[in-house]
């Protein structure tokens, strides 16, 4: 029998039980949503609610054991009842995800598009702002549960916003990150914890480089939308002389080339300067007309913002960027982004959190 016939009725019973598994796993957070909305309003019966409360989910929790098994503890159920405590009347979804459309609707008419354990994640994240930007950057980007608590223990959100344009500050709670033009998809800093050189005392530029192609799945995740890779060591020559960018990618969103040098000591004049030299080859030889200009990104562990600005004329499409080798310190970006909004808003005290 023909190896390509199996293998072929093989696909489609994976891919039909993937997609029974996912039908499962939306329908149970539908019927979790109900509970919760189930057990709150069994709850305001009672005279002494928090007493009733607590005997309720504890004869509740031991009849749906008997019932169904595990999966019904009492700590499980109060999940259920804070699910829809913080969802019932969270309207986000409507139309920031219209490829889910199709899915039921609870009556508050609002729609579930990631797994339970998802939404576990995102009702530990208690700034709504913070929590609709990572979710709907979740669905877009269909990040697993594991790239979800990456993303937020990387702070994604924090510098997302402080390096982007005034005025995105609420439009990231309601869309998520637009890409729009150049600035829009760069971040400053990356995080790069996933190569796992924190304990290295000394590395070379090709090390680094190596380490990005052999984790280039979680590079690709961290650059953000849109990036496709070209290659590596790109070559070109210019005057009979040769020159080669570290990493070549592409981004579909913005259609363009994005060119990336790897700095591994403090950014200088000579880099900027080289690295307009590249972005200009790749206008004039590689683009098509159809093609919008060349992105170059200097990913460098020290930079100045003066020199950077000083060196550069303006709106250059030419960016320097930071990169950690290690999570960052979530508050301390918080702090940060907190007093940058009060700067933009004019609250010299702080201002609210959003």
């Known amino acids: 029998m023909n190896d390509e016939f199996l293998k072929s009725i093989a696909g489609v019973l994976e891919n039909a039980r993937r997609d029974a598994k996912a039908a499962v796993n939306f329908t149970m957070v539908y019927a979790y949503f109900e509970i919760g909305r189930m057990i709150i309003e069994e709850e305001q019966h009672g005279k002494n609610r928090a007493a009733y409360g607590k005997q309720i989910l504890q004869e509740l929790s031991q009849y749906l054991t008997v019932q169904f098994g595990k999966g019904f503890s009492v700590d499980n159920l109060k999940l259920m009842r804070r699910f829809y405590v913080i969802y019932a009347n969270d309207q986000i979804g409507e139309t920031v995800f219209p490829q889910f459309k199709n899915l039921p609707a609870t009556?508050?008419?609002?729609?579930?598009?990631?797994s339970w354990s998802h939404y576990l994640k995102l009702m530990r994240i208690d700034n709504v702002d913070e929590r609709h930007f990572y979710e709907i950057e979740a669905v877009k980007n269909d990040w697993s549960l594991s790239e979800l608590k990456?993303?937020?223990?990387?702070?994604?959100?924090?510098?997302?916003?402080?390096?982007?344009?005034?005025?995105?500050?609420?439009?990231?709670?309601?869309?998520?990150?637009?890409?729009?033009?150049?600035?829009?998809?760069?971040?400053?800093?990356?995080?790069?914890?996933?190569?796992?050189?924190?304990?290295?005392?000394?590395?070379?530029?090709?090390?680094?480089?190596?380490?990005?192609?052999?984790?280039?799945?979680?590079f690709l995740l961290e650059l953000g939308k849109g990036f496709t890779f070209v290659g590596r060591q790109m070559r070109f020559t210019f005057d009979e002389e040769h020159f080669r960018v570290d990493l070549v990618f592409y981004n579909r969103l913005l259609r363009c080339f994005v060119l990336f040098d790897l700095k591994i000591g403090k950014l200088t004049h000579q880099d900027l300067g080289q690295m307009q030299m590249y972005v200009n080859y790749y206008d004039r030889y590689e683009k098509t007309a159809d093609e919008n200009p060349t992105i170059g990104v200097l990913l460098c562990r020290q930079k100045s913002d003066a020199l950077v600005e000083l060196t550069l004329p303006k709106n250059p499409n030419i960016y320097a960027s930071k990169y950690e080798l290690y999570l960052p310190d979530k508050e301390e970006l918080q702090k940060k982004l907190k007093e940058w909004i009060a700067e933009e808003t004019g609250e010299a005290d702080g201002g609210e959190e959003t």
């Open 150 to 218: 990456r993303q937020f223990n990387s702070a994604l959100y924090e510098r997302l916003l402080l390096s982007a344009d005034k005025g995105k500050v609420y439009e990231f709670a309601l869309k998520g990150q637009v890409i729009e033009k150049s600035a829009d998809i760069v971040k400053d800093p990356y995080i790069l914890e996933f190569l796992g050189m924190q304990e290295l005392p000394d590395y070379s530029e090709s090390e680094l480089e190596n380490r990005i192609i052999n984790h280039l799945q979680q």
């Open 107 to 114: 009556k508050t008419g609002r729609r579930f598009c990631l």
